[in-house]
């Protein structure tokens, strides 16, 4: 869908999403001290306003204009508008995030065609401070034979291939990479949904003494 088409979906209903971040999100960047941060494709900002809630400067970065807008009022209705900034770019535009360079960068099932996502990561990695962190999630290809929900279109499901090319043809180091299998309800039943998670860094600087 293009933008209008989720300003639509946005306007709708009070929420698209959870308000809760997602698991591995949560799993995976728990521990880290706060900084800046940028959600990218971030909807009605669930991730930003959760790290902005935890102390960080956080960014939404959506290119649905109703999204951000319901992301920004949300983060007033927290208190969090001092720390909370919203921003209406495309995810694979090499427009510059407001808070960068940052210290994290979140895309959390930002599910388009491999180029565009590679140009997302892409932009995303230039974004980031030397030691900074990229973390991404989506549903993985392998969800269409081993799992349920999400798109149903195998060419917007990246392959581990896939996101370990766009990776490193954008200079990040990855700590981990690989399938995890998350749990929900469907029709009050209990299933799975196989989901592929990527963590890495921006190379550290390298000083000559």
């Not at 809760?20 to 306003?49: I, Q």
């Not at 210290?103 to 990561?121: D, G, H, M, R, T």
């Not at 399938?179 to 949904?193: I, K, M």
Request: proline share 5%.
């Amino acid at each position: 869908m293009d933008s209008r088409a989720w300003d639509d979906r946005y306007r709708s209903t009070d929420s698209v999403w959870s308000p809760s971040p997602n698991e591995f999100v949560k799993e995976y960047l728990f521990t880290l001290p706060p900084g800046r941060m940028v959600d990218v494709a971030g909807g009605e900002g669930r991730h930003a306003l959760w790290f902005a809630q935890r102390g960080w400067e956080a960014e939404n970065l959506d290119f649905s204009s109703v999204a951000v807008s319901k992301s920004l009022q949300r983060a007033s209705d927290l208190s969090l508008g001092d720390r909370f900034l919203g921003h209406v770019a495309d995810a694979n535009s090499s427009q510059d995030f407001y808070l960068a360079p940052a210290n994290l960068v979140v895309i959390a099932y930002l599910q388009i065609p491999a180029p565009e996502l590679a140009s997302a990561i892409a932009n995303a990695a230039r974004q980031l401070v030397a030691g900074g962190v990229l973390f991404g999630v989506w549903h993985a290809r392998e969800n269409l034979t081993d799992g349920v929900g999400g798109p149903q279109n195998p060419a917007v499901l990246p392959t581990q291939q896939e996101l370990g090319t766009a990776f490193s043809e954008a200079n990040l180091v990855v700590s981990f990479a690989g399938l995890r299998r998350r749990s929900l309800e469907v029709a009050g039943e209990s299933r799975e949904a196989v989901d592929v998670v990527v963590m890495a860094r921006a190379p550290e600087m390298v000083t000559c003494g």
